[in-house]
């Protein structure tokens, strides 16, 4: 299906079931983000990842923990709206310029506790949540929980709707996060 089925949505032109996640979230973001306007073709969808990603952002890790799992999301799915927004995001928590180039590369990360998050999530990923025991021993041992892991999978479900769903309607990076592109 092209991208072009998937319209940048106005508040007028968006399905009425979206109109209000649409105000709620151009209230918050001071404007209507692209991916939203084409999100909003689906309200449940939209609402859905909304509703996921607050769930998210209430767990138990802490925000560099869930940058990390966000970012190795956004750069596995190629999803070039998130890794823009979650670069800004991390910029905003003050994440180091060498954390934030080696999400971006996928490479190993310089913080051995950061780097347990990301090996962690893409395990969890290559084997259908079959992660093996050493895997989840390594883990633990940087101090994360066995909530932890299972918040972790909140956080891939969460983050697999958005880069998936982004990247389907090909929505353009916002001028506001030009700069994180």
């Known amino acids: 299906m092209p991208a072009s089925a998937f319209p940048g949505h106005t508040l007028e032109s968006a399905p009425p ?12 973001q001071g404007y209507l983000p692209a991916a939203v306007a084409r999100l909003a073709t689906s309200p449940e969808l939209l ?12 767990t138990t890790l802490d925000p560099l923990s869930r940058e990390v ?3 190795t ?11 823009a927004m979650h670069t800004a995001k991390l910029t905003a928590l003050g994440a180091d310029s060498g954390l934030i180039a080696a999400l971006r590369e996928q490479r ?15 395990a969890v990923i ?31 479900g969460t983050y697999t709707m958005s880069t998936l769903a982004n990247r389907m309607t090909g929505a353009p990076v916002d001028p506001q996060l030009a700069a994180f592109a």
Do not use: Q, W
Not at 17 to 28: E, F, I, Q, W, Y
Not at 47 to 58: P, V
Not at 130 to 139: I, K, M, S, W
């Open 17 to 28: 079931a979206a109109r209000r996640t649409m105000a709620a979230v151009t209230g918050k």
């Open 69 to 71: 799992l966000v970012m």
């Open 47 to 58: 609402d859905g990842f909304l509703k996921s990603s607050a769930l998210f952002e209430s």
């Open 73 to 83: 999301m956004a750069t596995g799915n190629d999803c070039h709206i998130c890794v």
């Open 126 to 156: 290559a084997t259908a949540g079959a992660v093996d025991d050493a895997t989840l021993r390594t883990f633990l041992a940087r101090g994360y929980t066995a909530r932890n892991a299972l918040e972790v999978v909140l956080g891939i």
């Open 108 to 122: 190993e990360l310089p913080d051995e506790r950061l780097e347990a998050v990301r090996v962690f999530t893409l």
